[in-house]
Structure formats: structure tokens, C-alpha cells
């Protein structure tokens, strides 16, 4: 492989020109932009009937961004920020509701019909963008239909059903070379297998990844220490033997293996001085059996889900605590957790066209976990420092009722109301030792919450909505493995909310915005109490603020789209206490975001079409604060610059990749605590990809 040097500027050569072929261009995009179809109230309708903040991504819009995880588009996605330190270790954010230490997930995220975040932060389940018919991203509280975990908004993964119509394959494969590391490449395979009776269909989908390190490591002198492989596989069957049955399953296994973590010197992004490995190894075997009746004005839904994971993880601990082992000896910290997630769902939905439209609904989930914490150690193991067998974090039986029901007073107004109550009793028992201090936990706790919804929404034009929505989000309290405090509070939220979306010149312009006010209490906040080594979860009382959120597409002419994002958030404390001073914002949250993208499509020749894309992305930077152990770091703005070049004939496609061009370092996590090292981006990453179908 060329040097990357060499190939940025090919890179570059290719792409001025392509600005030379305007005059061949007819390679084009419909003459409006589409409608689009969502499934955000759990029925299916246009998004302009939607009286909430949502973002749609489809399948087309993300085999064009060339991203495979939402990471890579989550800056054009008003309000969503994820801070990462490998793959299956995201920890996302939206409209600035943060999450603590070790308390639940703030984001929901479902695939299909099925929720998939745990009750542990920053691991949310790697979802591969494969074969998806959209990503939905709901902004804001989701109490109501999509119940806990779904406080700052819920992200959903929709996959593509089986085409009945015939069989069909399909492919990609592609290789990268990282500026500075090593070369991986990546493959997958679609197929498409329905019966000759057009009543029983599956589909297909397997994927492996061989991503390239780029961290070198300056003590053993072992070079692109961080890779990894991820290999994963889907399948999805769909029987419908009449018109009032529809029954899909659906499996997906996923395996990950990373020899280290992308973590390196906070003043220098491709090294690392540690004195062991610090792997990862994520597997997740996920099924979904959805049994849909329609019976006569009435839709009856039952979903239900299995997950069941194994998660394994090191930190290398020997900068802190090397003086417990010889001279020359390493010390780690290491997990090993088993999480068994069951839920299910039953609904009711109204079908017709009438002025009064509902649904209603029961929902049970039983999770439990149960983990290792130890300390491996060379030469000889340290028994009884930093060792503990417990549940981690906590099993929790939960469950449900929810109802939504709306009316519409003309084709014009509509208004609906919602509300769930949410009953969740959570357990931690174990042990741990710490610095040979036993300690035995035996935990319980019940949390309750009302969490309501107010909806009003104006149909003022044929390609226009405005609407009012007034939402409570709720999220349980928990335990501390080791505390102190051993517990921690529940937190609410309440959203209010004003937004429109509209289409302008026949429709060739799409604009949607949010104004948004939130109030806060009880506010989850990471801690680490003095002389305390972990990182825990505590209540920081009160914040609130204001926010804005901007998305906007252009079709400028019939080769041309342009789109456009932005959103800006003051939530912040409203008081001081021991660790956050009034007026601090919320940690990991950045003010800002935004986002621009540009797409041509052209001919290279008249029966060859083509296309050039350039997307840029941004974010300001966040603070993390804990003032009783003097910790106020504050990151610097981050922005990444990608583009791509391709030809597209109608049975494949290949295409010419950069991303992250300008080589953007910023440190995306910084060091806390007994961490010493820094997450930084993937370096200018320049690669070759191709597409066939068939």
C-alpha cells in the first residue's frame, strides 16, 4: 500500500478533479425531497405527524456518509454526543442529560422492537449500520412509550424485513490504512431467501472487521498495539401466511476481540507507556420474536427479547499501585461480567382513519448480572487489594403500564396525552475486598415514577407542522459497588418543547427546529469521594436551561444536496454543592454542535454515473468537574473533515475514502482518577471501497 502521504494526494488530485466535470453532470436526485415514513409513536406515520423532535437516517443516506457505527454521524444529529474508548464502550448523551458513574443509561436503544442498553453506562451493544432500514433518534424525554432508560431521548435501529419478491445478495468490502498505524479491511454479505409461496422469507447479514491500531507502546516497543476484529452475524425470518398475521425473528451474534484500548498519553496520541496489556472481548447473542395480529381496528403487537452478554475488560493499574508487587512486577485491574436481559411487551394500537387514534400496553423486563472484579498481578497475584465478586451493578425486575391517546380536532390540530407508570425493585449483593477491608452488600430498593406527556400539533400546510410537547423523564436510583455514598437518588426531568418542520420551493428544502427547556432534579453526577479509587455516583441536586436544535436539507439543483445541522445547550447547575459550583455544566456536555454536507452526483462518462461527498462535523469542547478532589478539566473543540469519491453503476460501486483529513487529535476522554491515559480519534484514515448487488 502506498504511503499515506502519497495517497492524500491522489486523494486530493481526484477530488479538484472532480469539480472540472460539472458540465457532464446528470447523474440526478428527484425533483422533491422524499416523504418520510417513521415508526417514533410506535405506529407507523409521516414525520410531519410526529409532534416531537426526531432525526431519520436511512440506509441510502448512511451507505453515502460511509459510516458503520453512529459515532460516525452523531455530530449531524442535533443534541446527541458520544464519548468512546473502543467499540462497545459508548456512552451517549442527548440534549445534555449526562450519565453518572455507574447509574443507567440516559439514551434508550432499541433494535426493532426490542430495547438493548444494560444498566451500566458506556456499554451500550455494538450495532453495525448493515442492512438497516433507518435510525430513528428520538430527542428528548421517551417515558411514556419507551419507558426507563429513555430519559434524554431513545435511538432506534430498524432492520430491513425480507423481500418477498425475490431472492437477492449483496456486498461490500473494503480496506483502510490508518496515518501513522497499521491497514484492516472489512467485508459483508446480504441475502435475501424467500419461498416460491411469497409467505416465508429470511435474510442474512454476516460482517468482519480488522481494524488497524495506531498507539505504539513505549515500554515493550510493540507497534499499533490497539486493534481489533469484530465479526458479527444477523438473521431475520418473516412468515406471513395471511393478511392479519406477520411473525419475524430475529437473531444477531457479535464477537470482539481488541488487544488494548485506544487510549494513550494525554501529550502524545500514538504512544502509550504501559506496563500490560489492556484487552477487551465483547460477545452478545440478541433475539426478538415479534408476533403482530391485526385484529379488524386493532393492531395487537407482542415482542419478546432475550440478551445475553459476556463482557471482559483490563486496566493496567501498575503506575498507582506497582509499589504492591516486586520491582519490575504489573498490576491490573480486571472485569469479567455476564449480563441476561429478558423482556416483554404486549400492545394495543387502533388501525382506521378516524379523528381518535391510541395505544396501550403492558412491559416486564428481568435483567440480571453477575461479574468479577480482580486484580492480576506479576509475578504473583495480590489476593485481597482490589478484589470483589459481586452482581455488577445490580439485577432489576421491572415493569409497566403506558397508554397514549390522541384526537384530531380537523385535519389541521390534532392533541394527545400519554402517560406510563414504571415500577422497578433493583438488588446488589456481593462482596468486595478493598486494600484488605471486607465488605458484604446486601441491597434492595423499589423505584416508582408517573411519567406523563402533553402533545399539541398543527398541520398548517400540506408540507408543514408545528407542534407543543411537554414530556417527564424518569431514571431509577442505584447502588455504589463500593461506596462511599452506597446509594444514590432517582432523578426526573421534565422537557418543554415548541418545534417545527416545514418544506419550501415544492418541497426542495426541508427545515426542522427545536426550542427546548429543561428542568432537572436530583441531577446523577460521576464522584470520587476523598480518598476513595473509584469513580462512583452521587445526587448533585437541581440544573436547567435552555436549548436550540437546527437540521436542514437543500436540494440546490438536481445533482446537488446540501444538509446542515446544529444545536446549542446552557443546561447547567442551578446550585453548589461538595463536587459542582452553580453555573457548571454538565459533565462530558459540549454547547454546541454542528454539522454540514455536501453531495454531487455526476457522470464520469455517459454510462458511468458518479459521486463526490464531503461531509465536516464538530463539537465545542465539555468540562468535567468534581470540586472536592480539584478536578476541573476542560477539553478542547473537536472537528473532523471526511470525504469520499466513487463510481456507481447500478449493480455496484467503488469509491475512494478519507476520513478524519485534517488528522484532528483532540482528546475526546481525558485522564480522571487512577485513569493516567487519554481517548483520542481514529487518525487520517484513507481507504478503498466496493459494493456489488445482485
Same mark, same amino acid.
Given at each position: 500500500?502506498?504511503?499515506?502521504?502519497?495517497?492524500?494526494?491522489?486523494?486530493?488530485?481526484?477530488?479538484?478533479?472532480?469539480?472540472?466535470?460539472?458540465?457532464?453532470?446528470?447523474?440526478?436526485?428527484?425533483?422533491?425531497?422524499?416523504?418520510?415514513?417513521?415508526?417514533?409513536?410506535?405506529?407507523?406515520?409521516?414525520?410531519?405527524?410526529?409532534?416531537?423532535?426526531?432525526?431519520?437516517?436511512?440506509?441510502?443516506?448512511?451507505?453515502?456518509?460511509?459510516?458503520?457505527?453512529?459515532?460516525?454521524?452523531?455530530?449531524?444529529?442535533?443534541?446527541?454526543?458520544?464519548?468512546?474508548?473502543?467499540?462497545?464502550?459508548?456512552?451517549?448523551?442527548?440534549?445534555?442529560?449526562?450519565?453518572?458513574?455507574?447509574?443507567?443509561?440516559?439514551?434508550?436503544?432499541?433494535?426493532?422492537?426490542?430495547?438493548?442498553?444494560?444498566?451500566?453506562?458506556?456499554?451500550?451493544?455494538?450495532?453495525?449500520?448493515?442492512?438497516?432500514?433507518?435510525?430513528?433518534?428520538?430527542?428528548?424525554?421517551?417515558?411514556?412509550?419507551?419507558?426507563?432508560?429513555?430519559?434524554?431521548?431513545?435511538?432506534?435501529?430498524?432492520?430491513?424485513?425480507?423481500?418477498?419478491?425475490?431472492?437477492?445478495?449483496?456486498?461490500?468490502?473494503?480496506?483502510?490504512?490508518?496515518?501513522?498505524?497499521?491497514?484492516?479491511?472489512?467485508?459483508?454479505?446480504?441475502?435475501?431467501?424467500?419461498?416460491?409461496?411469497?409467505?416465508?422469507?429470511?435474510?442474512?447479514? @454476516?460482517?468482519?472487521?480488522?481494524?488497524?491500531?495506531?498507539?505504539? !507502546?513505549?515500554?515493550?516497543?510493540?507497534?499499533?498495539?490497539?486493534?481489533?476484529?469484530?465479526?458479527?452475524?444477523?438473521?431475520?425470518?418473516?412468515?406471513?401466511?395471511?393478511?392479519?398475521?406477520?411473525?419475524?425473528?430475529?437473531?444477531?451474534?457479535?464477537?470482539?476481540?481488541?488487544?488494548?484500548?485506544?487510549?494513550?498519553?494525554?501529550?502524545?496520541?500514538?504512544?502509550?507507556?504501559?506496563?500490560?496489556?489492556?484487552?477487551?472481548?465483547?460477545? &452478545?447473542?440478541?433475539?426478538?420474536?415479534?408476533?403482530?395480529?391485526?385484529?379488524?381496528?386493532?393492531?395487537?403487537?407482542?415482542?419478546?427479547?432475550?440478551?445475553?452478554?459476556?463482557?471482559?475488560?483490563?486496566?493496567?493499574?501498575?503506575? &498507582?499501585?506497582?509499589?504492591?508487587?516486586?520491582?519490575?512486577?504489573?498490576?491490573?485491574?480486571?472485569?469479567?461480567?455476564?449480563?441476561?436481559?429478558?423482556?416483554?411487551?404486549?400492545?394495543?394500537?387502533?388501525?382506521?382513519?378516524?379523528?381518535?387514534?391510541?395505544?396501550?400496553?403492558?412491559?416486564?423486563? !428481568?435483567?440480571?448480572?453477575?461479574?468479577?472484579?480482580?486484580?492480576?498481578?506479576?509475578?504473583?497475584?495480590?489476593?485481597?487489594?482490589?478484589?470483589?465478586?459481586?452482581?455488577?451493578?445490580?439485577?432489576?425486575?421491572?415493569?409497566?403500564?403506558?397508554?397514549?391517546?390522541?384526537?384530531?380536532?380537523?385535519?389541521?390540530?390534532?392533541?394527545?396525552?400519554?402517560?406510563?407508570?414504571?415500577?422497578?425493585?433493583?438488588?446488589?449483593?456481593?462482596?468486595?475486598?478493598?486494600?484488605?477491608?471486607?465488605?458484604?452488600?446486601?441491597?434492595?430498593?423499589?423505584?416508582?415514577?408517573?411519567?406523563?406527556?402533553?402533545?399539541?400539533?398543527?398541520?398548517?400546510? !400540506?408540507?408543514?407542522?408545528?407542534?407543543?410537547?411537554?414530556?417527564?423523564?424518569?431514571?431509577?436510583?442505584?447502588?455504589?459497588?463500593?461506596?462511599?455514598?452506597?446509594?444514590?437518588?432517582?432523578?426526573?426531568?421534565?422537557?418543554?418543547?415548541?418545534?417545527?418542520?416545514?418544506?419550501?420551493?415544492?418541497?426542495?428544502?426541508?427545515?426542522?427546529?427545536?426550542?427546548?427547556?429543561?428542568?432537572?432534579?436530583?441531577?446523577?453526577?460521576?464522584?470520587?469521594?476523598?480518598?476513595?479509587?473509584?469513580?462512583?455516583? %452521587?445526587?448533585?441536586?437541581?440544573?436547567?436551561?435552555?436549548?436550540?436544535?437546527?437540521?436542514?436539507?437543500?436540494?440546490?439543483?438536481?445533482?446537488?444536496?446540501?444538509?446542515?445541522?446544529?444545536?446549542?445547550?446552557?443546561?447547567?447547575?442551578?446550585?453548589?454543592?461538595?463536587?459542582?459550583?452553580?453555573?457548571?455544566?454538565?459533565?462530558?456536555?459540549?454547547?454546541?454542535?454542528?454539522?454540514?454536507?455536501?453531495?454531487?452526483?455526476?457522470?464520469?462518462?455517459?454510462?458511468?454515473?458518479?459521486?463526490?461527498?464531503?461531509?465536516?462535523?464538530?463539537?465545542?469542547?465539555?468540562?468535567?468537574?468534581?470540586?472536592?478532589?480539584?478536578?476541573?478539566?476542560?477539553?478542547?473543540?473537536?472537528?473532523?473533515?471526511?470525504?469520499?469519491?466513487?463510481?456507481?453503476?447500478?449493480?455496484?460501486?467503488?469509491?475512494?475514502?478519507?476520513?478524519?483529513?485534517?488528522?484532528?487529535?483532540?482528546?475526546?476522554?481525558?485522564? @480522571?482518577?487512577?485513569?493516567?491515559?487519554? %481517548?483520542?480519534?481514529?487518525?487520517?484514515?484513507?481507504?478503498?471501497?466496493?459494493?456489488?448487488?445482485?
Amino acid at each position: 500500500m502506498k504511503s499515506v502521504a502519497s495517497n492524500l494526494q491522489l486523494f486530493a488530485t481526484v477530488v479538484i478533479t472532480v469539480t472540472l466535470l460539472g458540465s457532464q453532470a446528470s447523474a440526478q436526485y428527484s425533483g422533491m425531497l422524499e416523504e418520510i415514513i417513521v415508526t417514533a409513536q410506535k405506529r407507523e406515520q409521516s414525520l410531519l405527524e410526529v409532534p416531537q423532535a426526531v432525526t431519520v437516517v436511512g440506509m441510502e443516506d448512511i451507505k453515502d456518509r460511509a459510516v458503520r457505527d453512529i459515532k460516525g454521524m452523531q455530530f449531524s444529529i442535533p443534541s446527541l454526543y458520544i464519548t468512546n474508548n473502543g467499540p462497545g464502550q459508548d456512552r451517549i448523551q442527548m440534549r445534555g442529560i449526562s450519565p453518572g458513574a455507574q447509574g443507567l443509561p440516559a439514551v434508550g436503544v432499541y433494535l426493532d422492537e426490542v430495547g438493548i442498553s444494560l444498566d451500566q453506562v458506556q456499554r451500550n451493544l455494538a450495532v453495525p449500520l448493515v442492512d438497516l432500514e433507518r435510525v430513528e433518534v428520538l430527542r428528548g424525554p421517551q417515558g411514556t412509550l419507551y419507558g426507563q432508560g429513555s430519559m434524554g431521548g431513545t435511538i432506534k435501529y430498524i432492520t430491513r424485513n425480507p423481500d418477498m419478491e425475490g431472492a437477492g445478495f449483496e456486498g461490500e468490502a473494503g480496506i483502510m490504512g490508518v496515518d501513522g498505524g497499521g491497514t484492516g479491511y472489512h467485508a459483508y454479505a446480504v441475502a435475501n431467501l424467500p419461498n416460491q409461496s411469497k409467505t416465508l422469507g429470511v435474510r442474512l447479514v @454476516a460482517g468482519y472487521e480488522d481494524t488497524p491500531g495506531w498507539i505504539d !507502546d513505549a515500554i515493550t516497543g510493540e507497534k499499533d498495539i490497539n486493534g481489533n476484529t469484530q465479526a458479527w452475524f444477523r438473521g431475520k425470518a418473516l412468515w406471513q401466511p395471511n393478511d392479519t398475521f406477520t411473525g419475524t425473528l430475529l437473531w444477531q451474534h457479535y464477537d470482539l476481540e481488541q488487544d488494548n484500548l485506544n487510549s494513550s498519553d494525554p501529550d502524545d496520541p500514538d504512544v502509550v507507556a504501559q506496563a500490560r496489556s489492556t484487552p477487551v472481548e465483547d460477545k &452478545f447473542d440478541l433475539i426478538n420474536l415479534i408476533l403482530d395480529f391485526d385484529l379488524g381496528g386493532v393492531n395487537l403487537i407482542s415482542s419478546t427479547g432475550y440478551l445475553d452478554r459476556n463482557l471482559k475488560s483490563e486496566q493496567d493499574l501498575t503506575a &498507582f499501585f506497582g509499589f504492591l508487587v516486586p520491582p519490575g512486577g504489573t498490576i491490573g485491574l480486571a472485569f469479567d461480567t455476564d449480563f441476561k436481559v429478558l423482556t416483554q411487551e404486549i400492545r394495543l394500537s387502533s388501525q382506521g382513519d378516524g379523528p381518535l387514534s391510541w395505544t396501550a400496553g403492558v412491559w416486564y423486563r !428481568d435483567a440480571e448480572s453477575w461479574g468479577i472484579r480482580s486484580t492480576p498481578a506479576t509475578p504473583n497475584p495480590v489476593m485481597g487489594v482490589l478484589d470483589s465478586m459481586a452482581t455488577s451493578p445490580v439485577d432489576a425486575k421491572s415493569w409497566a403500564v403506558f397508554g397514549d391517546i390522541s384526537y384530531a380536532f380537523s385535519p389541521q390540530w390534532e392533541a394527545s396525552v400519554g402517560a406510563r407508570y414504571y415500577d422497578d425493585k433493583r438488588t446488589q449483593k456481593g462482596s468486595a475486598v478493598t486494600f484488605f477491608n471486607p465488605t458484604v452488600f446486601n441491597d434492595t430498593a423499589k423505584f416508582d415514577s408517573v411519567d406523563p406527556r402533553f402533545n399539541l400539533l398543527w398541520r398548517y400546510n !400540506d408540507v408543514g407542522s408545528a407542534y407543543i410537547n411537554v414530556a417527564k423523564g424518569f431514571r431509577s436510583g442505584g447502588f455504589n459497588a463500593i461506596g462511599p455514598p452506597d446509594t444514590y437518588d432517582p432523578e426526573k426531568l421534565w422537557n418543554y418543547e415548541i418545534g417545527t418542520r416545514t418544506g419550501l420551493f415544492e418541497n426542495r428544502v426541508t427545515i426542522d427546529t427545536a426550542i427546548f427547556y429543561l428542568d432537572y432534579t436530583d441531577v446523577q453526577v460521576l464522584d470520587v469521594a476523598p480518598g476513595a479509587v473509584f469513580a462512583n455516583t %452521587t445526587n448533585a441536586g437541581k440544573a436547567s436551561g435552555a436549548g436550540f436544535e437546527f437540521a436542514g436539507t437543500a436540494l440546490l439543483t438536481e445533482q446537488l444536496i446540501l444538509e446542515l445541522s446544529y444545536s446549542k445547550n446552557n443546561l447547567a447547575f442551578d446550585n453548589t454543592t461538595a463536587d459542582k459550583q452553580k453555573g457548571d455544566p454538565l459533565d462530558f456536555v459540549p454547547d454546541q454542535t454542528w454539522s454540514a454536507a455536501l453531495t454531487y452526483r455526476f457522470n464520469w462518462t455517459s454510462t458511468l454515473p458518479g459521486m463526490f461527498r464531503v461531509d465536516y462535523q464538530a463539537a465545542s469542547g465539555y468540562e468535567l468537574n468534581i470540586a472536592s478532589q480539584g478536578v476541573h478539566i476542560k477539553t478542547d473543540s473537536t472537528a473532523f473533515l471526511n470525504a469520499r469519491l466513487g463510481m456507481e453503476r447500478a449493480r455496484w460501486q467503488l469509491y475512494l475514502e478519507g476520513k478524519n483529513l485534517t488528522n484532528e487529535d483532540t482528546i475526546l476522554f481525558p485522564p @480522571a482518577g487512577i485513569v493516567t491515559t487519554a %481517548t483520542r480519534p481514529v487518525p487520517r484514515t484513507l481507504g478503498l471501497l466496493f459494493r456489488f448487488q445482485y
